[in-house]
Each structure stands twice: as C-alpha cells, then as structure tokens.
C-alpha cells in the first residue's frame, strides 16, 4: 500500500438500523478497490466486517469495525457501525474520527427509528450524511415509499442525486442527475454501462437536474450568481455547491445501491471522492480554546478512539492521526501519564485483515498493538507535544443490573473480565455499589448485556448470574423527636456505659435551625456550644450540635456520638438505605468514671438515633428518572398504558418527523428491563434515554410493602 496524503483520505462512517445492508455494502466498496476479491455474505458467515463468532451467530453487526479500501488513488478507511441502538458506543466512537457519514436506508422499510437515532447523533457531532438507498434488488422494496419517509423526516436538505429503474429483483440501474447519464449493471460484480438518458425519463430527470442546481447553488453566493447569469451550472460547479452544502450539513444526497448486487457502489465512492471534505478540508478541533487543524505540518499526535482484545494477538489499539505523522517506530509520551509508548508496528485495518505501512499522515485512520498502558479516549504525542483531545462522551445507560458468578471463586476472574470489557465498550459501565453490596453492570439495552453473559459463559468458561438490583433509596424524617439510649454491659473487670439523648428534626431548605422546640407537649430549649455540618457523600447533609451542658458528657466522647449516628445513617432504620438531610442535637446524657468508653457512646448514639429516626414521621424517598420515548404514532397508546403501570408521570407529548416523542418521570424501581419491554410492544421501532432527575418520596402503599420486606429480611439473617 503507498502512503497516502491527508488529501487523498476519506474518513466514512456507514450508519443504518439492522438489516439495512451496511456491512453488504462495505463488502462490495472493498471489492470495488481491490482489498478483496470475493464479496462475502452474511449466511456464509465470511464477511470482512461481521468477523466475531457473536456477530455470526445472530448475522447483524454488535461491534464497530474499522475497513480500509482504495479507489481513485484514494484510500477510503469506512467503520461498519451496529445497526441496534444497544450498540450505539460503536457510532458514537465513529464519529469522532469520521468525516462523513453514509445512511444506509432500507428500501423495505424506509426510515426507521434507527435511521432516526444516528441522524441525531450526526446532527448533534455536526457530520455531514449521505443517503444510500440499500436493497433496491428486494422483491419487497418500494422506492416512492422510502422516498416520502426520507421527505417526512429530512424535508428540505435532501438532494436526489440518483433515481432507480425496475426497482425489485429486476432492478439493475439507475438515472444520475447530477452526471445526467443512466447507467445499467450487466452482472453483480460491478461491471456497469453508461448511457444517455432514454426518452422516457428524459422529463423527470431535467427536473430533478434543476432541482440539484437551484439546491447547490443555495449554498454558495458565486454559484448562485453564475446561476442567475447563465441559468445553469456544470457537472463540477454544482459538485461544488453540494460540498459546501455537506460541509454546512444543510444537503443530505440520495443515491441508489444495491451492496449485494454491487450496483451503485462505484458511483457512491466516486461522489464522496469528489464531493466530501478530506480530514485537511474540515473545521478542525478545539484543544484548549485553540483550533487543532488536521495537517502534517503539525506535531505527531493521535487519539485513541477504540480498544479490542484479540485472543492470539492481544490489545489492539485504534487511533487517528489527528496531526503531523507517525512513522513505524516511533516513540510517542501519554500526556495524561507521562508513560511512553512505542509504535512497534502500524496498521490499515480491514477487520481482522490488517497491513502494515511504514506511516500515517494526519487524518488516516489505523491499528497499532502492544502498547502498555494506553486507554480508549486517550492521546499520544510526539515529545514536547501537550495536546490532549477532548474524551467522547457516549450516552447514559438504559439498563442496569446486578452480576454474580455462580462460583464464589471466579470472583475475583469475573471482575477482571468485567474491566476489560468495560475498557474495549465505554457504554458497558461496572460498579460495586457499596451501598447495594451488589456489583451492578449497566448498559444501552438488555441484548448488549446478553451478548457480554455470552462471552463471560462461552469464552472465559465462567457462569453468572443476572438478577434485578437493589434500588438506592434514601430515608429521611418529617418532623422533630427526641430519644436517649443508654449502653450498659458488665462483664467482670471494666464494663461500657454511655446514655445520650438527642433530638432530630429534618433539614429543609432555607429553613434555619432553631434552639426552641416543642415535644410530647413539652417546651425544650437547647444551649448551643458547637455545629459540625456534612455533605452526604450519597446526597443531602447531616448537621451535628454539640447541646451538652454542665459536663454531661466528656468533650472526648463526642466524636464517637457522631461515629455511630453517621454509622446508621449509612444503614437506615427503615431499610438499611442512606439516612439523609438530618439535624441531629444531642443535649444531654451521662458518664461513668469508670466504665465509659467511645465505643459505649458510639452505640448508645446509634441506638437513640434509631429510636428517635423512627418517631420522626419518617419517609422512604426513591430515585427518579426523566424519560424521554421516541415511539411511532401506532404504538403510543400502548406505551402510555405500559408507562402509567409503572407508575410514571407523564410530563408531555411532542411530534418529531414522524414520530412522538413521550416525555415522563418515573421511579428507578420500576424501570428494571423496560427496554425489552418497550421494544416488544414496538416490534423494535422505539428507544428512549433516562437520566437521574431527583428523589421523591415513595407512596404509602409502597413504603409499607418496603418495610414488611426488609423486616422479613432482618428476621432471615
């Protein structure tokens, strides 16, 4: 392979739902450059791109691979993304380092909710797309269907480039507005004759030909003079304003392919060649205020965007040359560490087909391994070099739950597993809740979690269990109470003795302590001598008064007072949840000369707050999420229905290109495998997003049933 410039690379992410024909499509651009010399097929499980035996086994692409191809004196480096929202790290990834992207669409089905998702993230990494419409070739394709579907969702920015002939089994060409000749396919690899337009479509393509001028010439004010001048534009001008127009992502061109038929290929890469910015022609990124140009004029320096384990090859890294150029070799400093690395090799990657070429130059995209310490979303410079790019940031976590290996054993196994796994997949997030005492996995779906049981049980050997987690509940009080405890254990020699008596009442916000209470139909004033206040680290606050008067208790117990107050605030009276947002004031108590110890005051102190906890009206307060549900008009019903048994709040409805978008809170407790759930009563056609939003107290009903559990488990143990 020759070492290519930064003008001669073009970076192509492919997006698309499953079964759109992505990685088909990747098969026949590298079979169009030669990288291969048979097209594989996603029944004979031998595709470059879908090589894992997961992938095999359920024929669609789970992880993101990184494809090479060379055309035009151009090399093309294409990620074949996963077509599953459960996926969507992949894409995320990809955009990163990609240039452009290339929307697959599924001329069977139009634009699906998948086809919707990744235009967002596009919109949202400002990517500029274009339109493939896949599997023309179908006996089920309707192209005036997936034409008004495009039009709904994407209205004015879509540009035909390119309309179909005989669309279904027969189809085998197609009409190019832009190049105003038809071109007709005379076997399936690719062997294509260009022709002048016939007759019969002569009309429509001379109006889709204006439209793709008057649509050009919008984004640029030369061209648009030219246009009112000459009232036409050239083949190049108007390739012209559609690269301004994709570079503003304001045009989305639609072209006509069939992967498996390899008709249309040639003439998608040839456009993108033509029309789509090189990495030297983008807007660059923002490197602490300062505009990092991809060019190799500057210093040495690549990201990481993708980590994956090999079993006989071990840690393969993923980067783009974001500047300069690195050479096989080459010795490159982790600004973040410190740690040097040495590129021993470099690689264009085509799957697990790789090549190994002497150098990169700024914008190429390739595979390096054995390096030591390096992560995904790190940066690695030449020396003297301090630029550090800006982390992807990937999307919350849709499902969550709690792992356990069957074996007490493979603990220890299991989580080294777990870390890898969550090293190779950001969106595969591993915690052990201290709280929980539970190690809680978390996900973009209950199928990305299944594919990692797969590989836990059928490569590593090691059985696990799944089961819903704990829900972090937090418990706190509602109005004031008083209580005191006294410990006392004599067992020959030294025995314990400590009594305290505290008061409690809630913290409110803007509501100011007091020093006059009213209890049990008795008035107390408090003497305060001192106040220590404590952010929770779980939420909420704890303030500590030191009420003691007349030497009740010894300065050096109060510590041990607040130790066992904090201790079951850690481990709620109600449900062994987080206490929170609580004024304790201990204000009175007493000693022995003898027998009194902090561990003495530490446990009458818990015992009193226990108590005093308990009288305080008090309240189990649960975890609520903000829901946001993209679901077609014809399922919204069902949603609804489904949400309002789970006890949400439904806060708003909105339309958005053909879809509603549902907007609603509801409890964590109640979200537990709702993506499934959601996906079956869809058939797969909606998704959502979930963030943290709040604690709100828990109903009646459910506090009494949350009570009677956890006594029935203190009763257990």
Request: glycine share 8%; net charge negative.
């Amino acid at each position: 392979m020759k070492n290519y410039s930064t003008d001669e690379i073009r970076n192509v992410v492919l997006l698309g739902s499953s079964k759109s024909g992505k990685t088909i499509l990747t098969e026949a651009m590298m079979y169009e450059g030669k990288v291969i010399d048979r097209r594989g097929t996603i029944e004979g499980k031998n595709t470059i791109s879908d090589n894992t035996e997961i992938e095999q086994i359920y024929q669609r692409s789970i992880y993101s691979t990184l494809l090479y191809t060379e055309f035009m004196d151009h090399k093309f480096n294409i990620i074949d993304t996963p077509g599953s929202d459960d996926f969507v790290g992949g894409v995320i990834s990809a955009f990163r380092v990609a240039d452009t992207g290339v929307m697959v669409v599924n001329a069977q089905q139009g634009v699906e909710v998948g086809t919707q998702i990744f235009a967002r993230y596009a919109d949202k990494h400002n990517k500029p797309l274009i339109i493939a419409v896949n599997q023309l070739d179908h006996e089920k394709a309707d192209w005036e269907d997936t034409l008004a579907s495009l039009k709904e969702t994407f209205g004015s920015k879509l540009a035909l480039v390119q309309f179909p002939l005989a669309v279904g089994p027969g189809f085998n060409g197609f009409i190019d507005v832009l190049k105003m000749k038809m071109y007709t396919f005379t076997d399936d690899n690719g062997t294509r004759v260009e022709s002048e337009i016939p007759a019969e479509y002569k009309e429509r393509a001379a109006e889709l030909h204006q439209e793709l001028i008057e649509k050009s010439a919008e984004n640029d004010d030369t061209l648009m003079e030219t246009f009112f001048d000459k009232g036409v534009l050239t083949e190049d001008e108007i390739r012209a304003g559609l690269n301004v127009g994709l570079r503003k992502c304001d045009i989305m061109p639609i072209f006509c392919v069939s992967g498996k038929k390899d008709i249309g290929v040639k003439r998608l890469m040839e456009f993108i060649i033509r029309a789509t910015p090189s990495p030297a022609k983008t807007d660059g990124i923002l490197v602490d205020g300062n505009l990092c140009k991809c060019s190799v004029d500057g210093s040495a320096s690549i990201f990481v965007y993708k980590t994956a384990v090999e079993t006989h090859l071990g840690e393969v890294t993923y980067f783009r040359v974001m500047s300069g150029k690195i050479t096989e070799g080459m010795d490159l400093v982790n600004p973040e560490t410190g740690a040097k690395e040495r590129l021993s090799a470099i690689y264009a990657a085509a799957g697990k087909k790789r090549e190994k070429v002497s150098e990169m130059s700024a914008g190429d995209l390739g595979c390096t391994v054995k390096l030591k310490t390096v992560k995904t979303n790190q940066t690695l410079n030449a020396p003297g070099c301090e630029m550090v790019f800006e982390p992807i940031v990937f999307p919350p976590s849709k499902f969550r739950t709690a792992i356990k290996a069957k074996v007490e054993k493979d603990d220890e196994k299991l989580g080294e597993i777990l870390n890898k796994a969550s090293a190779e997949d950001p969106t595969i997030i591993v915690e052990y809740s201290k709280e929980l005492k539970q190690t809680i996995l978390s996900g973009q779906g209950e199928h990305h979690i299944n594919i990692l049981k797969w590989q836990i049980n059928n490569v590593y050997k090691i059985e696990i269990d799944l089961f819903a987690p704990k829900i972090p509940y937090r418990e706190t009080i509602t109005k004031v109470a008083i209580a005191d405890y006294r410990h006392k254990k004599q067992s020959g020699g030294a025995g314990q003795f400590g009594e305290v008596h505290l008061l409690i009442e809630p913290v409110v916000e803007g509501v100011e302590p007091s020093n006059r209470f009213k209890v049990d139909g008795r008035e107390l004033v408090l003497n305060i001598k001192g106040k220590e206040e404590y952010n929770l680290d779980w939420g909420g606050k704890l303030e500590y008064y030191n009420c003691i008067v007349g030497g009740a208790i010894d300065a050096r117990f109060m510590p041990a007072i607040l130790k066992g107050i904090m201790e079951k605030m850690e481990e709620g009276p109600l449900t062994g949840s987080y206490a929170r947002d609580i004024r304790v004031y201990v204000f009175d108590g007493k000693m022995h000369p003898v027998d009194s110890n902090e561990i003495s005051f530490k446990l009458a102190a818990r015992n009193a707050f226990k108590d005093a906890f308990r009288k305080a009206g008090p309240k189990i307060m649960e975890p609520i999420y903000s829901l946001e549900v993209i679901v077609p008009s014809e399922n919204m019903g069902d949603v609804m229905s489904d949400l309002q048994n789970r006890r949400a709040i439904i806060e708003g409805m909105s339309s958005e290109k053909g879809f509603e978008v549902l907007r609603a809170r509801i409890p964590l407790a109640e979200l537990y495998k709702y993506s499934t759930t959601l996906s079956s009563l869809t058939s797969g056609m909606a998704t959502f997003t979930m963030q943290f939003a709040d604690y709100q107290q828990v109903p009646a009903d459910v506090q009494e049933k949350l009570l009677k559990a956890y006594e029935e488990t203190e009763k257990d143990e």
